[in-house]
């Protein structure tokens, strides 16, 4: 399959990015490690007319330790946060849930803005980082903003990026190496969940969100109150699927994806605190 | 871009994937396209060592990267030792996977030379096969792990 035809230019910089997908217009798109756009492309369901790579950006792929959270460049990717030591010993959910990301190869191109950027709800890490309440930097050519991860994701594959703004950081509290759990159902190993829970313990509580159970990343928020007044995991876990719409599929029906939720949010309850 | 060690110059559309590329850029059919659509990573080859699915990278983003494809594993008659594993384990059967797989294991047992059975299995979820039911590709890659060591 042959994508349509676009214009490819290279970026250095997250500024010289900017200045060219503003240059460009409307049409133009960010491409980073490209394993959600590259086939999209294929598929013609995406047809950019200008790709701006961000792949030489390479002060953009980090870990670093900032005081009170951990910073990470937005064109990290999974396979560095998979085998990342401050990671694993600072905020071990986030490793283990980009260790579950795809395969090897998709690890190996894949990066964390890309995924939290493309905003697909069957997506992992996007999840988690809802879990973890996390903090997105976002740069425009008017400058920075930072947008609670509660607030990014607002459809389906619909973010509050503007089409000329690039997330250029993720930012993570330090929730340490355990206390956390991500179930993720697939039919094969590679594939996207088809329904994923995540709990981890953050700040003293018990945040709980999943994968696939609507157009968005959602948070189990009556599992978590449910928790936060004493319920069992299981007895908590009976809400996961309260407020949730979730879509039928090949895969699953609603009714289905319903039931996995309330099953793999016990499980990941039960494992976390384990 | 060097390919297996050569370097490569070759004035390319913007869409063009790695593999078309490879294939009839640098004539090196090798690497094979299974799905087309990043699943099956029977077009798997090495950018600067790491695995990747060349049909889901296009050729642009390579420029400059050093890329090695089946071709370029064996030194001269000596076959490279995960070649060397597939053929005494029967790790093939109709072969159309198995330039890929080999790839795929290659950077594998770079990232983890003392594999268990699980880390193969796991390492190589990337990679499917229609025939072999996977067990002697497993086989194959834990008897190179054995003879890399050695
Ligand atoms: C076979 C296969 C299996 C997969 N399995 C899974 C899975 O199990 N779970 C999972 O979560 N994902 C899976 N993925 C997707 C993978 O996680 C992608 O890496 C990720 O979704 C996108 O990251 P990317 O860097 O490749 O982004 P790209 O594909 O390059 O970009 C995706 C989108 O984000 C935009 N973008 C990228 N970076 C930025 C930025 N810094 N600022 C603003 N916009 C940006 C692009 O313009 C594009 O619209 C799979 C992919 C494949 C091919
Ligand atoms: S041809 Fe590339 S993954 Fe199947
Ligand atoms: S040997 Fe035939 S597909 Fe693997």
Redesign the pocket.
């Known amino acids: 399959m042959i994508p349509a035809a676009f214009d490819y230019v290279r970026a250095s910089s997250?500024d010289e990015?900017i200045a060219l997908i503003q240059a460009h217009g409307e049409d133009a798109?960010?491409?980073?490690?490209?394993?959600?756009?590259?086939?999209?492309m294929k598929l013609r369901l995406?047809t950019?007319t200008v790709?701006?790579d961000?792949g030489r950006v390479a002060d953009?792929s980090y870990v670093t330790d900032a005081g009170d959270h951990l910073a990470i460049g937005?064109?990290t990717?999974?396979r560095f946060l998979e085998t990342n030591e401050l990671l694993t010993k600072e905020c071990g959910v986030l490793r283990a849930v980009a260790a579950?990301?795809?395969?090897n190869?998709?690890?190996h191109?894949?990066?964390?803005?890309?995924?939290?950027?493309?905003?697909?709800p069957?997506?992992?890490?996007?999840a988690a980082l809802l879990a973890l309440d996390a903090t997105f930097v976002?740069r425009g050519p008017g400058g920075e903003r930072t947008v609670p991860a509660a607030d990014f994701f607002q459809g389906f594959?619909e973010t509050a990026?503007a089409p000329d703004?690039?997330?250029?950081e993720v930012r993570v509290p330090k929730v340490g190496g355990a206390g956390f759990s991500y179930q993720?159902f697939?039919r094969r190993a590679?594939?996207?969940?088809i329904v994923g829970a995540i709990a981890a313990r953050v700040n003293g509580g018990v945040h709980v969100a999943l994968?696939n159970m609507g157009s968005t990343p959602v948070r189990a928020s009556a599992v978590e109150a449910a928790l936060a007044q004493g319920a069992s995991p299981a007895d908590a876990a009976e809400h996961a699927a309260d407020a949730t719409e979730p879509a039928a599929d090949l895969n699953a029906s609603v009714e289905y994806r319903e039931h996995l939720a309330r099953v793999l949010t016990r499980r990941a309850l039960e494992a976390a605190s384990s | 871009m060097t390919v297996n060690g050569q370097p490569q110059a070759h004035d390319v559309e913007p869409r063009v994937l790695l593999v078309q590329y490879l294939r009839e850029e640098s004539g090196l059919t090798g690497t094979k396209i299974g799905c087309d659509?990043?699943?099956c990573g029977a077009c798997t080859v090495l950018l600067d060592g790491e695995s990747v699915?060349s049909c889901?990278i296009f050729a642009a983003q390579a420029d400059g990267a050093a890329i090695t494809t089946i071709e370029g594993l064996a030194n001269g008659d000596e076959m490279h030792p995960v070649q060397q594993a597939f053929h005494e384990n029967h790790g093939l059967q109709c072969g159309f996977c198995t330039a890929g797989m080999v790839m795929a294991a290659v950077s594998l047992l770079e990232e983890v030379p003392n594999p268990t059975e699980s880390d193969v299995r796991l390492g190589l979820e990337?990679n499917l096969c229609r025939c072999t039911g996977y067990h002697n590709i497993v086989k194959s890659v834990l008897a190179a792990a054995e003879m890399v060591r050695k």
């Open positions: 997250a990015a798109k960010f491409l980073a490690g490209g394993m959600s756009l590259i086939p999209l995406a950019p790709l701006v961000l953009l937005a064109l990717r999974h579950q990301v795809g395969d190869q998709v690890r191109r894949g990066t964390i803005g890309g995924s939290v950027a493309h905003g697909d069957a997506s992992d890490l996007p976002v594959l990026l703004e690039m997330l250029v993720k697939q590679q594939d996207w969940a994968v | 659509t990043s699943s699915k889901t990337g």
